[in-house]
T-cell receptor, first 113, second 116 residues
Framework: DSGVTQTPKHLITATGQRVTLRCSPR?????VYWYQQSLDQGLQFLIQ???????AKGNILERFSAQQFPDLHSELNLSSLELGDSALYFC????????????FGEGSWLTVV | AQSVTQLGSHVSVSEGALVLLRCNYS??????LFWYVQYPNQGLQLLLK??????LVKGINGFEAEFKKSETSFHLTKPSAHMSDAAEYFC??????????????FGQGTILTVHP
């Protein structure tokens, strides 16, 4: 158990819908990262937050957004869903230092039908 | 910009044989290097990491990796494969310092199969 908690574990939704994925980081970790894992794109970095502020942005679509709340949990919002958004979405957390270990949750499986 | 190339999307070995998973990286600044393992239907678990110091890094489950700057490589090895090592392995790089704030760039992954 990495200490990073993600909900829901599985989600099936229809095209055009909106979903929210939730993440609780490890106790004491201020940084939260979101990654997308799909068969064709592999593991792609989406976005990072540190103590409530956006720190880095990767290949995140405009239809997607995220935030980190004062209690440090984070949410990834996916809207106008398309079939191609079906993927495993990982949340990860770390202490904000270079070279720090990033701990991953077990992921949220999203299936868009 | 950073990138990671894992040579071989599938590697198959016999139980007890040497495991060698290859990883080459590209980074414009000194890198930090990681190997993660993903078992079926599970998240990513850190096997080992290189930040500074000794270039031969030992990790969990008997794995080790050697950072070779001249070859821009960070290959993962294990002397004797076990059936429980069957999983997908990911090499990743992050920048030492800079503005990347520790985010990881992953390779495409290598699926390790272990035969009895």
């Amino acid at each position: 158990d990495s200490g990073v908690t993600q909900t829901p574990k599985h989600l099936i939704t229809a095209t055009g819908q909106r979903v929210t994925l939730r993440c609780s980081p490890r106790s004491g970790d201020l940084s939260v990262y979101w990654y997308q894992q799909s068969l064709d794109q592999g593991l792609q970095f989406l976005i990072q937050y540190y103590n409530g502020e956006e720190r880095a942005k990767g290949n995140i679509l405009e239809r997607f957004s995220a935030q980190q709340f004062p209690d440090l949990h984070s949410e990834l919002n996916l809207s106008s869903l398309e079939l191609g958004d079906s993927a495993l979405y990982f949340c990860a957390s770390s202490v904000q230092r270079s070279g720090n270990t990033i701990y991953f949750g077990e992921g949220s499986w999203l299936t868009v039908v | 910009a950073q990138s990671v190339t894992q040579l071989g999307s599938h590697v198959s070995v016999s139980e007890g044989a040497l495991v060698l998973l290859r990883c080459n990286y590209s980074s414009s600044v000194p890198p930090y290097l990681f190997w993660y393992v993903q078992y079926p239907n599970q998240g990513l678990q850190l096997l080992l990491k290189y930040t500074t110091g000794a270039t031969l890094v030992k990790g969990i489950n008997g794995f080790e990796a050697e950072f070779k700057k001249s070859e821009t490589s960070f290959h993962l090895t294990k002397p004797s494969a076990h059936m429980s090592d069957a999983a997908e392995y990911f090499c990743a790089v992050s920048e030492a310092g800079g503005t990347s704030y520790g985010k990881l760039t992953f390779g495409q992954g290598t699926i390790l199969t272990v035969h009895p």
